[in-house]
């Protein structure tokens, strides 16, 4: 890299001492690039073995990478921290202005350490880092706080405003961080890691040069991505209808999660459809900086005062397919607005869509087999489409007023250890399903993920383009899955958004990198994305992870999934196969 | 011919100008932007594009104590950075804050009306125009 690319500046903050320090480090940027495998080395450096994720010691790690604020869609936040919600590694990607604001402010990676003993944010303005008293912020949600910060601090159109709601403060184990009022550190915890720290908000702002190699290539390999970007059919769909396009495919093939999977199709699917909610809801397109896709969808939901004749209030809502699916499908929600009127309180109280939605589900199912009654939920009727039932839910679920609704503050792997109900528990590797039940490679994928998230390995895809197909074996499907990742630990280290991955190709990569100062060809980026890899393995190993015990629920069995080929003893196999592949890297689990 | 906002509604913050003027002046990041694009109280209200709207008398030269500000034909301003001395009355005087500043050189950096950002806008927010037009849809 070019001596004076601010990227390996790494800024340290102790939330305790109230100081910081800056500290470079080539070491990890040259051979790790930036993003996911620079978190990661600065994870294993920060990280205590066995440490409490609510504790002081777990540090929260955010990084960006060299093609950020030169290139457009490398515009992601890495977020790394031993998460309190799998006990296991905590890894959760951003958009919004966050990477540009981090890199424009002079940093590749920012490490927050230890805590605070009353409620903070902090205020980093280039080389300057303020504490900031956030007493008053306490208990806000995430768009009076984010409010609130913006009026108080400078840098407008340049800074990210990453904040919590209550979810954060009251260590919900699936809050979220919120950025840019609809960006989100979405999974695995971040929020109650913030909430921890007494950490209400991070506003980070600056400008800067970066240094390239050679301008006129710059400008020009510029121009190229640009053009692609707006012309090429790969990010139409991000560009036309948002992710919500997937909800009619993914419904007529047969595999969106409905009422918490006892079925697969919805038979209200076209009330929720991307192409309903741009009909009667959209009112608004974002983009996150340097984005010329802009997939970020608002409705604008009117609604009248419940009081008084002749008012109305009209809230901006964000919506996409993953909440759809969980806050919407999983809840037999019956129109698009009530799956706005859910997804403007998870937003609000800042807590992941995905997991609230499945948590939702599962209590709703184990009501209605009587493993919970009144007395758990404090006489709510869970039922299915219910959404004041459902908002009621959720707020006890921040509130945690009984035994019953903290558990389930706690994840559904927590709740079934004390409830029972396991079979119909969807949950993988701990952390809540995402929306696909297209086949094998949708969980299996979810399963042997480093974050068990539909985006480490894009199981769901495989699942509909090679699956539906041909049959693979439970080996070669690994294999395949595995390649997938290793080429996103590339694209994560990059920051690069994973829906211009069809854009993004080796070649490309490694070309633009060249610009940006690395000399790495294919070959290299095929290593270090392999290290990386097996470095986040061995951090879970580390941490206890084991293949052989992970749980896997029956009813991913029992409704029928379009590719027929998925069984438990299937599954077993891939899941040996990783072992054995992770062991030949020398990555064993204890 | 000057650069115009010609819809802000549209905007939806992409920031691809701001990148654009970067390069045009070769140079990659944020730091020589003489564009800006921030929300209007938060992202669910929209976006303003902070800009030169070209005035025909443009205050920022009428403040400027050295004459390093003269009016461009058209509309906005050539700056003369050598008879600057960097006061910054200029930045105060232009009430959209269209006036960015080098704080590498401690002078003000302002639209030159190339057009170039106009090129990488995706959404048609930006437009180029002959002379101060009175029908933009921006309010």
Not at chain 1, 240 to 253: A, H, I, K, R
Not at chain 1, 503 to 522: C, D, M, Q, T
Not at chain 2, 90 to 117: T, Y
């Amino acid at each position: 890299m070019q001596a004076n690319d601010p990227l390996s500046n790494v800024l340290y903050i102790d939330l305790s001492k109230r100081t910081f320090e800056v500290k470079r480090r080539d070491d990890i940027f040259e051979r790790y690039l930036g993003g996911t495998g620079a978190a990661i080395k600065l994870l294993h450096e920060e990280c205590p073995e066995d440490c409490d994720p609510y504790s002081p010691e777990n540090p929260i790690i955010f990084a960006v990478g060299p093609l950020t604020a030169l290139f457009p869609l490398a515009s992601k936040t890495v977020a790394m921290f031993k998460s309190p919600h799998t006990g296991n590694l905590g890894e959760s990607h951003c958009g919004g202005r966050s990477a540009v604001a981090i890199r424009m402010a002079g940093y590749g990676a920012i490490v927050i350490k230890d805590a605070s003993d009353i409620p903070i944010y902090l205020s980093i303005y280039g080389k300057h880092v303020h504490f900031r008293d956030a007493t008053t912020l306490w208990g806000m949600g995430s768009f009076s706080s984010g409010r609130v910060i913006r009026e108080n601090e400078t840098g407008e159109g340049l800074r990210t405003i990453m904040r919590i709601g209550k979810a954060g403060e009251r260590l919900v184990s699936y809050a979220s961080v919120v950025s840019e009022t609809y960006r989100h550190f979405g999974r695995l915890g971040l929020g109650a890691v913030f909430g921890s720290k007494k950490l209400k908000a991070v506003v980070v702002s600056g400008k800067s040069s970066l240094p390239v190699v050679d301008m006129k290539l710059y400008r020009k390999t510029y121009n190229e991505i640009y053009n692609s970007a707006v012309k090429s059919p790969v990010m139409k769909k991000y560009h036309d209808l948002g992710t919500s396009e997937n909800v009619l495919p993914l419904n007529e093939f047969g595999g969106l999660p409905t009422r918490n999977l006892k079925e697969a199709r919805f038979e209200k699917a076209e009330e929720i459809s991307g192409e309903s909610l741009a009909e009667h809801y959209l009112g608004r397109r974002l983009a996150c900086s340097n984005c010329p896709v802009g997939c970020i969808h608002i409705a604008a939901l009117r609604e009248p005062y419940e009081d008084e004749a002749y008012f109305y209030k009209t809230s901006m809502i964000s919506y996409d397919y993953e909440p759809i699916y969980a806050l919407g499908t999983m809840l037999g929600m019956n129109s698009a607005k009530d799956y706005l009127r859910l997804m403007d309180r998870v937003e609000a109280w800042g807590i992941d869509a995905m997991s609230t939605g499945v948590v939702l589900a599962w209590a709703t199912e184990a009501q209605e087999k009587g493993i919970i009654s009144k007395k758990e939920t404090l006489d709510l009727n869970l039922e299915w489409g219910d959404v004041q039932s459902y908002i009621a839910a959720l707020r006890n679920i921040i509130e945690q007023p009984n035994e019953f609704y903290a558990a389930l503050a706690r994840g559904i792997e927590h709740a079934i250890s004390i409830y029972g109900g396991e079979d119909f528990a969807l949950a993988f590797g701990g952390n809540e399903m995402p929306g696909y039940h297209t086949g094998p490679g949708a969980h299996i994928g979810t399963l042997i993920g480093t974050r068990h998230s539909h985006l480490d390995n894009a199981g769901y895809s495989f699942d509909q383009k090679l699956l539906a197909k041909e049959e693979k074996s439970p080996e070669d499907l690994v294999d395949i899955l595995v390649e997938e990742e290793i080429w996103r630990q590339i694209l994560s280290s990059l920051v690069i958004c994973f829906f211009a991955r069809g854009i993004y190709s080796p070649e490309l990569v490694s070309r633009l990198l060249n610009i940006a100062g690395f000399e790495v060809s294919e070959e290299d980026l095929d290593r270090i994305g392999r290290e990386i890899y097996v470095e986040k393995y061995r951090f879970k190993m580390r941490e206890g992870f084991k293949l052989d015990d992970i749980r896997i629920p029956k009813r991913i069995f029992e409704t029928p999934s379009p590719i027929k080929q998925l069984d438990e003893a299937y599954i077993r196999k891939a899941l040996a196969h990783v072992k054995e592949i992770l062991a030949q890297e020398g990555v064993f689990q204890n | 011919m000057r650069l115009a906002v010609l819809e802000t509604e549209k905007c939806v913050g992409c920031q691809l100008c701001m990148f654009a003027c970067s390069r045009r002046q070769n140079e990659a990041g944020l730091a020589k932007s003489c564009i800006g694009v921030r929300s209007i109280g938060g992202m669910e209200r929209g976006f303003s594009v902070i800009v030169c709207r070209a005035c025909e008398d443009p205050p920022c030269a009428k403040v400027c104590p050295t004459g390093a500000l003269t009016p461009r034909d058209g509309g906005g301003v050539h700056v003369d950075l050598e008879k600057c001395i960097g006061c910054g009355h200029c930045r105060e005087a232009c009430v959209i804050g269209a006036v960015f500043w080098d704080d590498e050189i401690n002078k003000p950096m302002i639209c030159i009306h190339c057009g170039f950002c106009v090129n990488f806008c995706p959404h048609g927010v930006l437009g180029m125009e002959r002379k101060k037009e009175i029908e933009h849809a921006s309010k």
